[in-house]
């Protein structure tokens, strides 16, 4: 039987996979480079001296050259020393005998490689070895040392200095982009100090007793009777959330689905659906609920954290599936068990306690979650504190955050002792 394309061997041991791997990693941060420099063009630059009404932008011909010389000088570094790409996956580039290379014969390699590029896939296909490095007496390997750089110091290495510079590049885009202004950060130092003042001389007067304000629109607004609310919507939210992820991340685990087709379609269509949800924030799911069902309601609020809570701990509920003992499933399979009998005795006992674990951290997540969502409408005591907030009274703010802090601050130590009584 022919061994899938990703294992065959290419001359060296070397996977398809950890090759194309590592060399897209080399890409990746060379195109990376070039968008910094396109952007560090236009905020020095172009928009300064050349044309200070708009930006500089590439043609249509310019996208082809920027991807060739991506190309091009992530296949050079691969070719001069050890990239970050070959760093990663534990690659080496040495002669055929495992010595170390001359820097012509790396310079040679790298030209053969690119005059063979278009027939690389012809090669793969064949299981023969690549022409580049047969000519070049070359080949790369599964090694965690170059040969002849022992002792060598890994900030003088190529990967070593690549990753040096990709830090300190980031960190300048990164300010940049950002807008980081220091200047205005002291400047307006008194302004921001003057309401954390009043913040920690908080104002308790509502506490109890209703805010004659929200009174006012038919409400009765205490900031106890609000934090309860947002505790409910926490604890609704979460216990709804568990039992709909429950059932549901079996279907999203690897070792539960991963027997036949359709069980992997079903795995891949979960893990998807896991994936999706859980990357819209839950203050997205907040708005959409708010709309839905009602500005300013607990139950969009509910709703929004039930969404996000099920496919947050459908995924986590499913990853702990996959990494059970897989001793006690092939037992009951062995014997004939059916895929329900294979969940109730072999994983279930073995998952329960995390199950436990993390819903329980989900609960502490939600309450915390529960007072932003108030920002789009979802209810609880967000209202209480965004209001307080547009109106500049910062001793209130400060008495709501107070018993924000104190209300998650103790469900944190009881949760995380009845964590440490299940584990």
Avoid at 59 to 70: A, I, K, M, Y
Avoid at 88 to 104: D, I, P, S, T
Avoid at 327 to 337: K, M, R, S, T, W
Wanted: proline letters at 4%.
């Amino acid at each position: 039987m022919a061994k899938p394309l990703s294992s065959r061997l290419a001359g060296s041991g070397v996977t398809l996979k950890a090759r194309a791997l590592s060399f897209f990693i080399d890409w990746v941060v060379w195109g990376y480079i070039a968008y910094g420099v396109m952007f560090f063009l236009n905020y020095y630059w172009y928009t300064v001296h050349v044309d200070w009404w708009g930006t500089l932008t590439l043609p249509t011909w310019g996208w082809p050259l920027v991807v060739l010389g991506t190309l091009e000088m992530a296949g050079l570094c691969r070719a001069l020393g050890r990239s970050l790409g070959k760093r990663a996956l534990g690659l080496n580039l040495v002669g055929e005998h495992g010595q170390r290379l001359r820097r012509g014969q790396r310079i040679y390699r790298f030209l053969l490689w690119n005059i063979t590029l278009p027939i690389q896939p012809i090669l793969y296909a064949l299981r023969r070895p690549l022409l580049h490095e047969r000519r070049s007496s070359t080949q790369l390997v599964h090694s965690p040392r170059a040969p002849g750089v022992k002792g060598k110091s890994s900030l003088l290495t190529q990967w070593g200095i690549m990753a040096v510079f990709l830090c300190v590049f980031t960190v300048w885009l990164g300010w940049l982009i950002t807008e980081i202004n220091v200047p205005v950060l002291i400047s307006r130092a008194p302004t921001a100090g003057r309401i954390w003042s009043q913040m920690v001389s908080p104002d308790f007067r509502y506490f109890i007793e209703p805010d004659p304000v929200f009174a006012l629109r038919g409400l009765s607004y205490s900031i106890l009777n609000l934090m309860v609310v947002t505790i409910f919507m926490a604890l609704l939210a979460t216990i709804l959330g568990a039992i709909f992820a429950l059932p549901v991340s079996f279907a999203g685990a690897r070792n539960i689905m991963g027997h036949n087709a359709l069980g992997w379609a079903v795995y891949a269509v979960v893990r998807g659906l896991f994936n999706v949800f859980r990357s819209i924030e839950t203050v997205l799911w907040a708005l959409v609920f708010a709309v839905w069902v009602g500005w300013g309601t607990p139950f969009a609020g509910v709703l929004a954290l039930t969404v996000h809570t099920i496919a947050a701990l459908g995924k986590l509920y499913s990853e702990q599936v996959e990494s059970i003992d897989p001793g006690p499933l092939e037992a009951i399979v062995a014997v004939g068990g059916s895929r329900w009998q294979v969940i109730r005795y072999a994983v279930l006992p073995q998952v329960v306690p995390s199950f436990w674990a993390f819903t329980l951290y989900r609960w502490d997540i939600n309450v915390r979650m529960s007072t932003i969502i108030a920002l789009v409408g979802g209810g609880g005591i967000g209202d209480m504190l965004f209001y307080y907030k547009n109106e500049g009274l910062w001793r209130m703010v400060g008495a709501v955050v107070i018993v924000i802090v104190a209300v998650v601050w103790s469900m944190d130590y009881i949760s995380g002792r009845l964590r440490e009584r299940i584990a």
